[in-house]
């Protein structure tokens, strides 16, 4: 068998592994990605791209109807068999072909089929019909497998055959009820998308609705959902299964801790990832804490703790769960894996070049429910957990001109967390119609620590809902006067 050697090998072809790919070829370096599946990974095909075209259209119907004068045009339902259409165009009906020519403008060399590693700097692919290719890497490999869902261990729960997020955003039809297991991310997004398409939901949610953001996001996601006629139940899972034919159709249930039984034509699992790191060869490795089926630990340059040439990038490491959190490492992994390369000077200080800094300190999200979500940075308890003196101040977005013009009857909070010692904001959470864009101010607003005082001198437009800024700092005081 022949082995091809390259600069730097990268196992997975999502998001982040084009990204360390494509910095690397830009720093000098020769690279090629490995794929199982389809280049462009979980978030252009199943995650991302498909869960945002698809709850788009409802939102977009929801801002018309609240607007008198839009409202009384916008008098039909939504045109479902549309919606997964336009889905559908997004995915590229799961066809990566488009990607593939990216690649080869990128000048990266694509090798189709499972990678793992046999050796130092030694990779095997095997391609869906058997063949095996020797790759080596003169520097380095970066692991950029991302992750599967993750489906707990409950009775029952995998003989049902239930949906995960694949099947979730990837769907042809609108089953007549789904339960959702989990309230985090996937859950929240995946309920409000099913119930705008007429599904009865019931969430399963053991913690409540979004349990990582501030109270008041998951509240309002919960009298949102519950409004429109899903239900949400804090309970955990004990059995789960097939319940027979209902009216509709099979159906499956599931059995609570509390001891509820709900029965609903399809079971959606959303409690949570698991890395795709099985059978990877790492255990072979003797690195310490770095395990095949386990995250993988990673120093600020996402070099894999205790390897010189091993690097793990995305959500395989853990550390930040989103798209652009995941591109922004590749772009230091990249530069990084070119510079120790070439022999250049290497920036791993925090927010230097070469390191992921970000991924922890300010990690932006926006969370596509409704309302929507957007937030940057800790909230006011992670804040103060941290060790931090931390000020809240909530505002009521629906005060604000600009919110009030958006929508009547306008609905939402707002809430800015101060560290108080040095008056810089660490975190901002915004919920309410019209927000999704608005986190790009306050992680600028984070990441640059720009002084409150300074923060005086950023007036926002009137009448825009951004002029809660100014109502923040009207209550944390002028400077001189706090
Ligand atoms: C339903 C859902 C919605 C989401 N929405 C958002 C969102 O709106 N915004 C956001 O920022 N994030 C979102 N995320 C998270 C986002 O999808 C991930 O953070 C992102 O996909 C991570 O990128 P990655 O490249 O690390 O991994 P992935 O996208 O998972 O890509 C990994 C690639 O590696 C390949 N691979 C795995 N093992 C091997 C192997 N041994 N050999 C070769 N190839 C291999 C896989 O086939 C895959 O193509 C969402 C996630 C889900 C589940
Ligand atoms: N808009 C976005 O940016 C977006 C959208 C979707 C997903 N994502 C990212 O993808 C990642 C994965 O999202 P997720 O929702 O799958 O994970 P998550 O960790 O956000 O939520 C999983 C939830 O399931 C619950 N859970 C775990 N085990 C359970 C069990 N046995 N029974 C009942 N509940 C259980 C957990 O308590 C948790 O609340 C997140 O990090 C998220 O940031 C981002």
């Known amino acids: 068998m022949s082995t091809r050697e390259y600069d730097l090998i990268v196992l997975g072809a999502g998001p982040v592994g084009e990204n360390v790919a494509d910095r690397a070829v830009q720093g000098g370096l ?12 979980e978030c252009s095909y199943w995650a991302c791209m498909p869960s945002k075209a698809l709850l788009r259209p409802a939102a977009a119907l929801a ?21 997964f259409k336009r889905r559908t165009s997004f995915t590229h ?13 990128a000048k990266i060399d694509l090798v189709r089929g499972t990678g793992r590693i046999v050796g130092e700097r030694l990779v095997e692919v095997t391609g869906a019909d058997g063949e095996v290719t020797r790759l080596s890497a003169r520097h380095a490999v970066a692991l950029c497998t991302g992750t599967s869902a993750f489906v707990p261990p409950v009775p029952g729960l995998s003989d049902a055959d239930p949906w995960t997020s694949r099947e979730a955003t990837s769907a042809t ?43 008041f996001a998951g509240q309002a996601v919960e009298a949102s959902l519950t409004a429109r006629g899903a239900s949400v139940v804090r309970a955990g899972v004990s059995a789960a299964g097939r319940a027979g034919a209902g009216e509709t159709g099979p159906t499956k249930f599931v059995e609570l801790d509390n001891g509820e039984r709900v029965e609903a034509q399809e079971i959606l699992v959303a409690t949570g990832r698991a890395p795709r790191t099985e059978g990877l060869g790492l255990d072979a490795l003797g690195l310490e804490g770095v395990r095949d089926g386990g995250w993988l630990p990673v120093d600020e340059t996402l070099r894999v703790v205790g390897s010189e040439w091993l690097y793990a990038v995305g959500d395989v490491n853990h550390r930040a769960l989103l798209t652009h959190q995941g591109k922004y490492q590749a772009r230091a992994a990249g530069d990084v894996i070119a510079a120790r390369a070439l022999g250049q000077p290497v920036f791993d200080d925090a927010w230097g070049a070469h390191a992921a800094t970000a991924d922890h300190a300010a990690v932006p999200a926006t969370v596509f429910t409704d309302p929507p979500i957007a937030s940057v940075g800790p909230t006011a308890k992670q804040a103060e957990a941290a060790g931090h003196q931390v000020r ?21 909070t707002a809430r800015v967390v101060i560290d108080t010692e040095r008056d ?25 620590e720009v002084p409150i005082d300074r923060l005086w001198h950023a007036v926002p437009a009137y009448p825009t809902i951004s002029e809660v800024w100014l109502r923040w700092l009207e209550e944390y005081g002028r400077p001189g006067a706090r």
């Open 30 to 41: 020769s690279a090629v990605v490995v794929e199982a599946e389809l280049v462009g990974g």
């Open 63 to 83: 801002e018309a109807r609240a607007v008198a004068g839009s409202a009384q045009a916008a008098t039909g339902d939504l045109d479902v068999a549309a919606m």
């Open 93 to 105: 009906d799961w066809d990566d072909k488009s990607q593939e020519d990216w690649l080869a403008t």
């Open 173 to 215: 039809s609108v089953p007549e009820s789904l339960i959702v297991l989990g309230g985090g991310v996937v859950g929240a997004e995946m309920a409000t998308l099913y119930s705008a398409l007429g599904s009865r939901v019931t969430v399963v949610a053991r913690s409540g609705m979004l349990p990582q953001l501030e109270p």
């Open 392 to 412: 809240a101040i909530d505002y009521n977005l629906g005060w604000v001109a600009g919110a009030a013009t958006f929508a009547d009857g306008y609905q939402g």
């Open 424 to 448: 810089v904001l660490l975190g901002a959470t915004f919920v309410g119609p019209g927000v999704e864009e608005m986190v790009q101010a306050a992680t600028i607003a984070v990441v640059g």
